[in-house]
């Protein structure tokens, strides 16, 4: 190996000194830190093209192996890096930091190849009008005029990369810009994809990382375009009437679920009141009825059940469940039950109360349920209230809204539905019961023997909420029980007005 000991190696005047030929490998070792001034007008540090080896003297043309971070001092004069870099040296400088160069000032350079400089931005002059798949480092212009426009994020990013989108026409209003996020984040979460429909908008994202991904340094509110919305399952059961000599029919019974529910939803819940019993010879009271309703959902109603219908000449009374009829004092046909699903619901919020029977027989006919229709009483004998419905949303099944029984006349009254019905009352000898408040159960209806009984009052209603526990806000009224950790859903129990806000 040879090997040459000198202090200075110093080109001929006018000339460049070159180490090495293209091709070539060579080492140069000890350049320790650089002078605050780089060469002087005539001396340039560069990389020569076509060569791995340092040049000293000679114009730039390739910096594709420039190391930028440890360019942390000193001032650059003007020449000697040029104001345009060529086209190879742009495109190689795919990895230069600007953040490194704490100490250097370097003169303009051209910016339009620097494609990947963090945090720095270069505005398109393309308009996009059409769904498009972007990069890092730019700005767009996104014009809506014709359609709306999805925006694809790149598959991968880095820490301080940036994105600026904006509004070319003010139409994002009319068609909104959709941003797919491409599998990274966007404010910490994957879904659903941010919509800006704000005419004017502009929307400025930069990535931080793997946690929270892409996040809005400015969009005009910088709003939360990520909700994590959710469903809400309920269970809406109105208020059961009062049984006359025919049974109480039970509240009307409908499980809504609201879906795509955001924070700050705010939901108002009423729970109907069981009617008021009636006399023997009166119809009974309807219930009144139960609902959720809220800005942010399609608010929905159940029906209070029908009243039971009165020994002698009156029908009963239509409702969530129709109430059964009255038995007859005199010749002619029965009295009628009533309908249910009174007003009309898909599915079906209740069933239709059965007829009384016709004159020396006496037996009211029983309640309509949520899960069947009441049946008509044999002779002397009330009929039993209809079924309510099986339902599982507090964890356990229980069954809700069930019918009244109706009266006996003479003999035994109808037993109320599964449910919460009220049993019909035996004549002469045992009264009827109440409908069970918090099931929407009819009353049971009086008997008769020498003398009629009263009917009995209706159940009051219910509404049950359930959500994913983590997404329970704790933010009600009206006191209603809470219960967590029902196979991960929060459960709340409403048997008197108030509201829940998501």
């Given at each position: 190996m040879s090997k040459l000991e000198v202090d200075k190696i110093t080109p001929q005047s006018g000339t460049t000194l070159t180490i090495g030929e293209a091709g070539d490998t060579t080492v140069v070792n000890g350049l320790g830190t650089l002078p605050a001034t780089i060469g002087s007008a005539a001396q340039v540090l560069s990389v020569n093209a076509g060569a791995t080896g340092l040049v000293y003297g000679t114009a730039v043309t390739d910096l594709s192996n420039l190391n930028a971070t440890n360019l942390t001092s000193g001032t650059v004069p003007d020449g000697r890096f040029p104001s345009v870099l060529p086209a190879a040296g742009g495109q190689n400088l795919t990895s230069l930091n600007p953040a490194a160069m704490t100490g250097g000032?370097?003169?303009?350079i051209n910016a339009q190849n620097l494609t990947n400089i963090p945090g720095e931005i270069s505005w398109q002059s393309t308009i996009i009008t059409s769904s498009s798949t972007i990069v890092a480092s730019r700005g767009y212009w996104i014009n809506t005029t014709s359609n709306a426009v999805t925006i694809t994020l790149p598959a991968s990013a880095s820490v301080g990369d940036r994105i600026i989108l904006t509004d070319y026409l003010r139409t994002w209003g009319t068609n909104a810009l959709t941003i797919n996020s491409n599998s990274l984040k966007f404010q910490g979460n994957t879904t659903p994809n941010p919509v800006y429909n704000t005419a004017g908008q502009s929307v400025d994202i930069v990535y931080?990382?793997?946690?929270?991904?892409?996040?809005?340094?400015?969009?005009?509110?910088?709003?939360?375009?990520?909700?994590?919305?959710?469903?809400?399952?309920?269970?809406?059961?109105?208020?059961?009437?009062?049984?006359?000599n025919g049974g109480g029919g039970a509240g009307g019974y409908r499980t809504p679920t609201f879906s795509n529910l955001s924070a700050g939803?705010?939901?108002?819940?009423?729970?109907?009141?069981?009617?008021?019993?009636?006399?023997?010879?009166?119809?009974?009271?309807?219930?009144?009825?139960?609902?959720?309703?809220?800005?942010?959902?399609t608010d929905i109603t159940s029906a209070g059940g029908g009243g039971g219908g009165?020994?002698?000449?009156?029908?009963?009374?239509?409702?969530?469940?129709?109430?059964?009829g009255g038995a007859k004092d005199s010749g002619g046909p029965q009295n009628n039950g009533a309908n249910g699903n009174t007003p009309s619901t898909s599915p079906s919020q209740g069933n239709?109360?059965?007829?009384?029977?016709?004159?020396?027989?006496h037996g009211g006919g029983g309640g309509g349920g949520a899960g069947a229709a009441g049946t008509v009483g044999g002779v002397g004998v009330g009929g039993a209230g209809g079924v309510g419905v099986s339902n599982s949303i507090t964890g356990s099944a229980v069954y809700y809204a069930g019918?009244?029984?109706?009266?006996?006349?003479?003999?035994?009254?109808?037993?109320?539905g599964n449910g919460g019905g009220g049993?019909?009352?035996?004549?002469?000898?045992?009264?009827?019961?109440?409908?069970?408040?918090?099931?929407?159960?009819?009353?049971?209806?009086?008997?008769?023997?020498?003398?009629?009984?009263?009917?009995?009052?209706?159940?009051?209603?219910?509404?049950?909420?359930?959500?994913?526990?983590?997404?329970?806000?704790?933010?009600?009224?009206?006191?209603?029980?809470?219960?967590?950790?029902?196979?991960?859903?929060?459960?709340?129990?409403?048997?008197?007005s108030g509201s829940y806000t998501t």
């Amino acid at each position: 190996m040879s090997k040459l000991e000198v202090d200075k190696i110093t080109p001929q005047s006018g000339t460049t000194l070159t180490i090495g030929e293209a091709g070539d490998t060579t080492v140069v070792n000890g350049l320790g830190t650089l002078p605050a001034t780089i060469g002087s007008a005539a001396q340039v540090l560069s990389v020569n093209a076509g060569a791995t080896g340092l040049v000293y003297g000679t114009a730039v043309t390739d910096l594709s192996n420039l190391n930028a971070t440890n360019l942390t001092s000193g001032t650059v004069p003007d020449g000697r890096f040029p104001s345009v870099l060529p086209a190879a040296g742009g495109q190689n400088l795919t990895s230069l930091n600007p953040a490194a160069m704490t100490g250097g000032t370097f003169p303009a350079i051209n910016a339009q190849n620097l494609t990947n400089i963090p945090g720095e931005i270069s505005w398109q002059s393309t308009i996009i009008t059409s769904s498009s798949t972007i990069v890092a480092s730019r700005g767009y212009w996104i014009n809506t005029t014709s359609n709306a426009v999805t925006i694809t994020l790149p598959a991968s990013a880095s820490v301080g990369d940036r994105i600026i989108l904006t509004d070319y026409l003010r139409t994002w209003g009319t068609n909104a810009l959709t941003i797919n996020s491409n599998s990274l984040k966007f404010q910490g979460n994957t879904t659903p994809n941010p919509v800006y429909n704000t005419a004017g908008q502009s929307v400025d994202i930069v990535y931080s990382g793997a946690t929270q991904g892409w996040i809005p340094n400015s969009d005009d509110d910088v709003t939360f375009e990520t909700p994590q919305l959710y469903d809400i399952d309920s269970l809406v059961v109105a208020g059961g009437a009062g049984g006359g000599n025919g049974g109480g029919g039970a509240g009307g019974y409908r499980t809504p679920t609201f879906s795509n529910l955001s924070a700050g939803s705010s939901l108002t819940i009423t729970v109907g009141n069981g009617g008021a019993a009636g006399a023997f010879y009166s119809i009974g009271t309807s219930g009144t009825n139960s609902s959720i309703t809220g800005s942010s959902i399609t608010d929905i109603t159940s029906a209070g059940g029908g009243g039971g219908g009165s020994f002698g000449s009156s029908d009963a009374v239509a409702g969530g469940s129709g109430g059964g009829g009255g038995a007859k004092d005199s010749g002619g046909p029965q009295n009628n039950g009533a309908n249910g699903n009174t007003p009309s619901t898909s599915p079906s919020q209740g069933n239709n109360g059965a007829y009384g029977m016709g004159a020396g027989t006496h037996g009211g006919g029983g309640g309509g349920g949520a899960g069947a229709a009441g049946t008509v009483g044999g002779v002397g004998v009330g009929g039993a209230g209809g079924v309510g419905v099986s339902n599982s949303i507090t964890g356990s099944a229980v069954y809700y809204a069930g019918g009244g029984g109706g009266g006996g006349t003479p003999n035994a009254g109808g037993t109320g539905g599964n449910g919460g019905g009220g049993n019909g009352g035996t004549g002469g000898t045992g009264a009827s019961t109440a409908g069970t408040n918090g099931f929407g159960g009819g009353g049971g209806a009086g008997g008769y023997s020498g003398g009629g009984q009263a009917g009995a009052a209706g159940g009051s209603g219910v509404v049950i909420l359930s959500m994913p526990d983590a997404k329970y806000s704790g933010t009600t009224t009206g006191s209603p029980t809470v219960v967590t950790g029902v196979s991960g859903k929060t459960i709340l129990k409403f048997t008197g007005s108030g509201s829940y806000t998501t």
